[in-house]
Protein backbone atom coordinates (compact mmCIF):
# COMPACT_ATOMS: atom_id res chain seq x y z
CA UNK A 1 0.00 0.00 0.00
CA UNK A 2 1.84 3.45 -1.05
CA UNK A 3 1.42 6.13 1.44
CA UNK A 4 -0.73 8.63 -1.07
CA UNK A 5 -3.17 5.34 -1.24
CA UNK A 6 -3.36 5.32 2.53
CA UNK A 7 -3.78 9.10 3.38
CA UNK A 8 -6.19 9.73 0.91
CA UNK A 9 -7.99 6.47 1.63
CA UNK A 10 -8.44 7.96 5.60
CA UNK A 11 -10.85 11.24 5.90
CA UNK A 12 -11.75 12.56 9.00
CA UNK A 13 -15.34 13.38 10.09
CA UNK A 14 -16.45 14.30 13.04
CA UNK A 15 -20.40 13.94 14.82
CA UNK A 16 -22.18 17.14 15.97
CA UNK A 17 -22.11 16.32 19.74
CA UNK A 18 -19.00 18.40 20.22
CA UNK A 19 -21.90 21.08 19.40
CA UNK A 20 -24.79 19.95 20.71
CA UNK A 21 -26.24 16.85 22.72
CA UNK A 22 -29.32 14.47 21.66
CA UNK A 23 -29.14 12.47 25.06
CA UNK A 24 -28.59 15.70 27.14
CA UNK A 25 -30.39 18.99 24.94
CA UNK A 26 -29.07 20.90 27.90
CA UNK A 27 -25.73 20.53 26.42
CA UNK A 28 -25.45 22.89 23.39
CA UNK A 29 -29.05 22.59 22.94
CA UNK A 30 -29.40 26.40 21.86
CA UNK A 31 -26.76 25.85 18.89
CA UNK A 32 -27.89 25.63 15.21
CA UNK A 33 -26.54 22.96 12.99
CA UNK A 34 -25.46 25.71 10.84
CA UNK A 35 -22.80 26.97 13.33
CA UNK A 36 -21.01 23.07 13.67
CA UNK A 37 -21.16 22.60 9.79
CA UNK A 38 -19.65 26.25 9.60
CA UNK A 39 -17.33 25.76 12.12
CA UNK A 40 -16.37 22.03 11.06
CA UNK A 41 -15.89 23.14 7.56
CA UNK A 42 -13.73 26.13 8.47
CA UNK A 43 -11.58 23.72 10.70
CA UNK A 44 -10.87 21.34 7.75
CA UNK A 45 -13.18 18.33 8.48
CA UNK A 46 -14.52 16.47 4.97
CA UNK A 47 -17.73 14.96 6.35
CA UNK A 48 -20.15 14.87 9.15
CA UNK A 49 -22.50 12.40 10.38
CA UNK A 50 -25.73 13.21 11.54
CA UNK A 51 -27.76 14.79 14.77
CA UNK A 52 -31.40 15.75 15.78
CA UNK A 53 -30.83 18.66 14.24
CA UNK A 54 -30.46 17.42 10.74
CA UNK A 55 -33.83 16.77 8.48
CA UNK A 56 -35.50 13.16 8.77
CA UNK A 57 -35.29 12.94 4.97
CA UNK A 58 -32.33 12.33 2.34
CA UNK A 59 -32.87 15.24 -0.23
CA UNK A 60 -33.05 17.48 2.95
CA UNK A 61 -29.91 16.02 4.39
CA UNK A 62 -28.34 16.74 1.25
CA UNK A 63 -29.27 20.36 0.90
CA UNK A 64 -27.64 20.80 4.53
CA UNK A 65 -24.43 19.66 3.69
CA UNK A 66 -23.92 20.76 -0.21
CA UNK A 67 -23.57 24.23 0.36
CA UNK A 68 -20.83 23.45 2.72
CA UNK A 69 -19.20 21.00 0.73
CA UNK A 70 -19.31 18.68 3.36
CA UNK A 71 -19.66 14.60 2.89
CA UNK A 72 -22.69 12.32 4.98
CA UNK A 73 -20.09 9.98 7.12
CA UNK A 74 -23.21 8.09 8.46
CA UNK A 75 -25.56 8.37 11.40
CA UNK A 76 -26.92 6.67 14.33
CA UNK A 77 -29.75 4.54 13.95
CA UNK A 78 -31.98 3.66 17.65
CA UNK A 79 -32.05 -0.18 17.17
CA UNK A 80 -34.21 -2.54 19.60
CA UNK A 81 -33.19 -6.05 18.00
CA UNK A 82 -32.84 -7.08 21.21
CA UNK A 83 -36.55 -6.71 21.39
CA UNK A 84 -37.90 -6.83 17.94
CA UNK A 85 -38.57 -9.45 15.07
CA UNK A 86 -35.71 -9.51 12.13
CA UNK A 87 -38.71 -8.46 10.37
CA UNK A 88 -40.08 -5.76 12.66
CA UNK A 89 -36.67 -4.09 12.64
CA UNK A 90 -35.88 -4.66 8.87
CA UNK A 91 -38.54 -2.27 8.02
CA UNK A 92 -37.40 0.24 11.04
CA UNK A 93 -34.57 0.60 9.68
CA UNK A 94 -35.07 0.66 5.55
CA UNK A 95 -35.77 4.27 5.51
CA UNK A 96 -32.05 5.00 7.39
CA UNK A 97 -30.37 3.11 5.29
CA UNK A 98 -31.77 4.70 1.77
CA UNK A 99 -31.43 8.00 3.86
CA UNK A 100 -27.37 7.03 3.67
CA UNK A 101 -27.69 5.77 0.79
CA UNK A 102 -28.59 8.47 -1.15
CA UNK A 103 -26.44 10.53 0.17
CA UNK A 104 -23.22 8.55 -0.47
CA UNK A 105 -22.54 7.10 3.05
CA UNK A 106 -21.69 3.06 3.35
CA UNK A 107 -22.08 2.46 6.28
CA UNK A 108 -24.28 2.86 9.35
CA UNK A 109 -24.01 3.62 13.42
CA UNK A 110 -25.93 0.52 14.68
CA UNK A 111 -26.46 1.35 18.13
CA UNK A 112 -29.01 -1.04 20.26
CA UNK A 113 -30.76 0.96 22.62
CA UNK A 114 -33.46 -2.06 23.77
CA UNK A 115 -33.20 -1.61 27.52
CA UNK A 116 -30.07 0.47 27.25
CA UNK A 117 -29.54 3.12 30.12
CA UNK A 118 -27.56 5.38 28.34
CA UNK A 119 -29.47 8.32 28.36
CA UNK A 120 -30.82 7.95 31.74
CA UNK A 121 -29.31 9.06 35.62
CA UNK A 122 -29.04 5.30 36.41
CA UNK A 123 -25.46 3.46 37.26
CA UNK A 124 -23.83 2.14 34.24
CA UNK A 125 -23.27 -1.23 36.62
CA UNK A 126 -27.01 -1.73 35.83
CA UNK A 127 -26.82 -2.05 32.10
CA UNK A 128 -29.15 -5.06 30.38
CA UNK A 129 -26.98 -7.92 29.56
CA UNK A 130 -27.71 -11.35 27.75
CA UNK A 131 -27.18 -13.17 30.42
CA UNK A 132 -27.92 -17.23 28.21
CA UNK A 133 -26.14 -18.76 25.54
CA UNK A 134 -29.43 -18.90 23.90
CA UNK A 135 -29.74 -15.26 23.96
CA UNK A 136 -26.82 -14.32 22.80
CA UNK A 137 -27.42 -16.87 19.66
CA UNK A 138 -30.90 -15.70 18.81
CA UNK A 139 -29.63 -12.44 19.29
CA UNK A 140 -26.43 -13.08 17.42
CA UNK A 141 -28.25 -14.15 14.18
CA UNK A 142 -30.83 -11.92 13.72
CA UNK A 143 -28.74 -9.03 13.82
CA UNK A 144 -26.20 -11.43 10.95
CA UNK A 145 -29.93 -11.35 8.98
CA UNK A 146 -30.29 -7.81 9.41
CA UNK A 147 -26.79 -6.91 8.31
CA UNK A 148 -27.50 -8.46 5.02
CA UNK A 149 -30.25 -6.92 4.42
CA UNK A 150 -28.62 -3.21 4.77
CA UNK A 151 -25.81 -4.61 2.88
CA UNK A 152 -27.67 -5.50 -0.18
CA UNK A 153 -28.36 -2.17 -0.42
CA UNK A 154 -25.05 -0.67 -0.08
CA UNK A 155 -24.89 0.37 2.97
CA UNK A 156 -22.63 -1.99 5.84
CA UNK A 157 -23.92 -1.97 9.27
CA UNK A 158 -21.00 -1.17 11.63
CA UNK A 159 -22.25 -1.93 15.70
CA UNK A 160 -21.45 0.34 17.82
CA UNK A 161 -20.42 -1.11 21.67
CA UNK A 162 -21.97 1.63 23.88
CA UNK A 163 -21.65 2.32 27.41
CA UNK A 164 -24.72 1.31 29.00
CA UNK A 165 -25.98 -1.06 26.07
CA UNK A 166 -26.13 -4.88 25.98
CA UNK A 167 -23.03 -4.92 24.16
CA UNK A 168 -20.47 -2.48 26.19
CA UNK A 169 -17.63 -4.34 27.70
CA UNK A 170 -14.52 -6.27 25.48
CA UNK A 171 -15.92 -9.86 26.35
CA UNK A 172 -19.22 -8.65 25.10
CA UNK A 173 -17.65 -7.60 21.51
CA UNK A 174 -15.48 -10.60 21.47
CA UNK A 175 -18.98 -12.68 21.76
CA UNK A 176 -20.73 -10.92 19.23
CA UNK A 177 -17.91 -10.95 16.83
CA UNK A 178 -17.48 -14.65 17.19
CA UNK A 179 -21.39 -15.48 17.09
CA UNK A 180 -22.12 -12.63 13.58
CA UNK A 181 -21.54 -13.30 10.36
CA UNK A 182 -18.55 -11.52 8.73
CA UNK A 183 -21.81 -8.76 7.56
CA UNK A 184 -21.54 -7.44 10.82
CA UNK A 185 -19.16 -4.71 10.86
CA UNK A 186 -17.39 -3.16 13.81
CA UNK A 187 -17.69 0.12 14.51
CA UNK A 188 -14.54 0.90 17.35
CA UNK A 189 -15.02 3.37 19.51
CA UNK A 190 -11.81 3.61 21.45
CA UNK A 191 -13.30 5.81 24.41
CA UNK A 192 -16.34 3.63 24.75
CA UNK A 193 -13.83 0.66 24.63
CA UNK A 194 -11.42 1.85 27.36
CA UNK A 195 -14.55 3.48 29.80
CA UNK A 196 -16.00 0.24 29.13
CA UNK A 197 -13.24 -1.47 30.60
CA UNK A 198 -10.91 -2.68 27.37
CA UNK A 199 -7.30 -1.69 26.04
CA UNK A 200 -7.89 -0.12 22.79
CA UNK A 201 -4.93 -1.05 21.43
CA UNK A 202 -5.43 -4.97 21.95
CA UNK A 203 -9.64 -4.54 20.95
CA UNK A 204 -8.18 -2.96 17.95
CA UNK A 205 -5.82 -5.47 17.28
CA UNK A 206 -8.29 -8.78 17.98
CA UNK A 207 -11.24 -7.39 15.57
CA UNK A 208 -9.68 -4.83 13.26
CA UNK A 209 -10.59 -7.27 10.15
CA UNK A 210 -13.94 -6.65 11.25
CA UNK A 211 -13.84 -2.80 12.20
CA UNK A 212 -15.73 -1.02 9.44
CA UNK A 213 -16.04 2.41 10.95
CA UNK A 214 -13.90 4.40 13.63
CA UNK A 215 -14.73 7.09 16.36
CA UNK A 216 -11.85 8.63 17.58
CA UNK A 217 -12.70 9.52 21.43
CA UNK A 218 -10.31 10.17 23.63
CA UNK A 219 -10.79 9.87 27.77
CA UNK A 220 -9.73 11.60 30.76
CA UNK A 221 -8.45 8.59 32.48
CA UNK A 222 -8.59 9.87 36.03
CA UNK A 223 -12.04 10.91 35.73
CA UNK A 224 -12.76 7.34 34.19
CA UNK A 225 -11.46 5.98 37.24
CA UNK A 226 -13.82 8.23 39.61
CA UNK A 227 -16.67 7.11 37.25
CA UNK A 228 -16.47 3.66 38.17
CA UNK A 229 -15.78 3.91 42.03
CA UNK A 230 -18.31 6.17 42.33
CA UNK A 231 -20.79 3.75 39.85
CA UNK A 232 -21.90 6.94 37.83
CA UNK A 233 -24.37 6.99 34.94
CA UNK A 234 -23.78 7.92 31.60
CA UNK A 235 -24.99 11.37 31.71
CA UNK A 236 -22.99 11.66 34.94
CA UNK A 237 -19.24 10.49 32.64
CA UNK A 238 -20.77 13.48 30.02
CA UNK A 239 -21.45 16.14 32.58
CA UNK A 240 -18.14 15.12 34.52
CA UNK A 241 -15.65 15.54 31.53
CA UNK A 242 -15.22 11.58 31.21
CA UNK A 243 -14.88 12.13 27.55
CA UNK A 244 -12.51 14.38 25.68
CA UNK A 245 -11.51 14.61 22.04
CA UNK A 246 -7.99 13.04 20.81
CA UNK A 247 -4.97 14.71 22.22
CA UNK A 248 -6.76 15.79 25.41
CA UNK A 249 -6.69 12.89 27.06
CA UNK A 250 -4.71 9.32 27.39
CA UNK A 251 -5.37 7.48 24.67
CA UNK A 252 -2.32 6.30 22.53
CA UNK A 253 -4.01 7.22 18.76
CA UNK A 254 -0.98 7.17 16.99
CA UNK A 255 -0.74 3.48 17.49
CA UNK A 256 -4.27 2.83 16.95
CA UNK A 257 -3.36 4.53 13.23
CA UNK A 258 -0.59 2.36 12.69
CA UNK A 259 -2.69 -0.21 13.28
CA UNK A 260 -5.43 1.09 11.18
CA UNK A 261 -2.56 1.35 8.01
CA UNK A 262 -1.45 -1.89 8.67
CA UNK A 263 -4.45 -3.59 6.94
CA UNK A 264 -5.00 -0.41 4.92
CA UNK A 265 -8.20 0.64 6.55
CA UNK A 266 -10.37 2.50 3.89
CA UNK A 267 -13.13 4.77 5.31
CA UNK A 268 -13.50 7.65 8.49
CA UNK A 269 -11.72 8.87 11.74
CA UNK A 270 -14.79 10.65 13.39
CA UNK A 271 -13.81 12.68 16.06
CA UNK A 272 -16.63 12.23 19.12
CA UNK A 273 -16.51 13.43 22.59
CA UNK A 274 -19.65 13.73 24.67
CA UNK A 275 -19.04 17.09 26.81
CA UNK A 276 -20.52 20.04 27.91
CA UNK A 277 -19.61 22.95 25.03
CA UNK A 278 -19.99 25.72 27.66
CA UNK A 279 -16.60 23.89 29.61
CA UNK A 280 -15.18 22.48 26.70
CA UNK A 281 -15.69 25.51 23.81
CA UNK A 282 -17.07 23.53 21.14
CA UNK A 283 -14.85 25.21 18.10
CA UNK A 284 -11.65 24.78 19.83
CA UNK A 285 -12.06 21.24 21.06
CA UNK A 286 -13.03 20.22 17.40
CA UNK A 287 -10.12 21.72 16.46
CA UNK A 288 -7.53 20.39 18.37
CA UNK A 289 -9.44 16.60 17.51
CA UNK A 290 -8.91 17.43 14.24
CA UNK A 291 -5.03 19.21 14.52
CA UNK A 292 -4.22 15.87 16.38
CA UNK A 293 -5.57 13.54 13.69
CA UNK A 294 -3.51 15.61 10.76
CA UNK A 295 -0.66 15.52 12.56
CA UNK A 296 -0.73 11.92 13.41
CA UNK A 297 -1.50 11.11 9.70
CA UNK A 298 1.34 13.13 8.65
CA UNK A 299 4.10 11.56 11.01
CA UNK A 300 2.55 8.36 9.90
CA UNK A 301 3.74 9.63 5.95
CA UNK A 302 7.20 10.42 7.57
CA UNK A 303 7.58 7.14 9.20
CA UNK A 304 6.58 5.40 5.80
CA UNK A 305 8.48 7.45 3.64
CA UNK A 306 11.73 6.52 6.21
CA UNK A 307 11.13 3.15 6.06
Not at 85 to 96: K, M, T
Not at 109 to 128: F, H, N
Request: hydrophobic letters at 40%; proline letters at 5%; charged letters at 20%.
Amino acid sequence: MSVSHAQNAIRIGINPISWSNDDLPALGGETPLSTALSEGQAIGYEGFELNGKFPRDAKGVGDVLRPYGLALVSGWYSAQLARRSLSEEIEAISSHVQLLKENGATVLVYGEVADSIQGRRIPLVERPRLHTDAQWVEYAGKLTELARYTLSQGVRLAYHHHMGAYIESPADIDRLMALTGPEVGLLFDSGHCQMGGGEPLAVLRKHIQRVCHVHFKDVRQPVVQLARNNLWSFPDCIVNGTFTVPGDGDIDFAALLDELLKVDYHGWLVVEAEQDPAVAPSFAYAKKGFDTLSALLAQAQQRRNAA
